[in-house]
């Protein structure tokens, strides 16, 4: 069988395309901050390719960095400043945060109009009701990489295998929506027998977080793998060291699944893309 691969890049770049234009139209150019706190590589890596995605549109896009020891006080603070200050249309929290700072309070200060990240409480019962807010990137640009591709998930049985605030809950949620329709089983890590759920699955979604996990006589012959992981290995015929990997074992899948997203290229491209969307329509739509 041959397996179609579902790229993220031409998804992400007609999102891009379609935002770019109506970016060109705007008098005042939409504004995001993104805070990075520490010195995390992955995070950097993540903000700057960020950076890099608001550039091209025509986003203006500030980074402050801030050390580790920052205070949960001093960064509650600096948000609140660069409302009141700066009033960007964005303000991105980069996650994880260190140990000593509780997300939980640091989302809550950013007004929800401006959390473009989808994380705030208001924009998560946004999301869970199907009204109007910024819904979390990953799970949307999940979405819309399905919907790019024609991934038909009614009357499919689906296996989501996460269950986390910023992808696994909300997108449950978008794949139960009226009009998504999937039939969804939601595992987790205490899941007993996992293999009993995703063999009788048609498409599977897998947001663990562990390098090659998921093998293909884990699943039937056909199946569409949807793989969000993302997971550093070590590697040593790569100059930094390490290698990026999914949590589906890639090159065992060809062949045998009907459809996977490559990891990179696949969902992670598309994250960026939802984020850089979500910006503009903050700009659009929720300016006072
Ligand atoms: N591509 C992107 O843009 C993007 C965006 C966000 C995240 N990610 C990646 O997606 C992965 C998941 O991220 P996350 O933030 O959701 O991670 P997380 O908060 O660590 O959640 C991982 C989930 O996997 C479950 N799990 C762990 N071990 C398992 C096992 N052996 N069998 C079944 N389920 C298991 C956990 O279950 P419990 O709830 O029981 O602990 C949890 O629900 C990571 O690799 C992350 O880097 C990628």
Do not use: W
């Amino acid at each position: 069988m041959e397996t179609r691969i579902l790229e993220g890049r031409p998804v992400a770049d007609k999102i891009y395309s379609e935002i770019a234009k109506t970016v060109a139209q705007m008098d005042k150019k939409p504004e995001l901050v993104v805070f990075l706190i520490g010195d995390d590589p992955a995070s950097r890596s993540y903000v700057k390719s960020k950076t890099r995605a608001a550039e091209k549109i025509g986003i203006k896009e500030k980074t402050v960095f801030l050390p580790e020891n920052t205070s949960e006080n001093d960064l509650e603070r600096a948000i609140r400043d660069c409302v009141e200050e700066e009033n960007p249309d964005g303000i991105l929290v980069q996650f994880p945060l260190p140990q000593h700072i509780n997300p939980e309070k640091i989302i809550s200060v950013i007004p929800p109009e401006k959390d473009v990240d989808g994380l705030h409480p208001q924009n998560l019962g946004a999301l869970m009701r199907g009204t109007t807010g910024h819904y979390c990137c990953t799970p949307s640009g999940i979405m819309a990489l399905a919907d790019y591709y024609g991934i038909d998930f009614r009357g499919k049985n689906t296996v989501l295998i996460g269950r986390s605030l910023i992808v696994g809950k909300p997108l449950a949620n978008l794949l139960l929506a009226k009009g998504t329709d999937a039939t969804l089983t939601v595992c987790h890590s205490l899941t007993k027998g996992l293999e009993q759920y995703t063999k009788k699955a048609d498409i599977v979604i897998s947001a663990v977080g562990k390098a090659n996990y998921l093998k293909k006589d884990m699943v039937k012959e056909g199946c569409v793998i949807i793989d969000v992981g993302v997971n550093r290995i070590e590697s040593s015929s790569s100059k930094s060291g390490y290698q990026i990997c999914g949590d589906a074992d890639y090159k065992d899948f060809l062949g045998h699944a009907g459809s996977i997203t490559p990891v990179p290229g696949g969902v992670g491209l598309l994250t960026v893309a939802m984020l850089m969307k979500n910006t503009v329509n903050s700009a659009l739509y929720f300016r006072e």
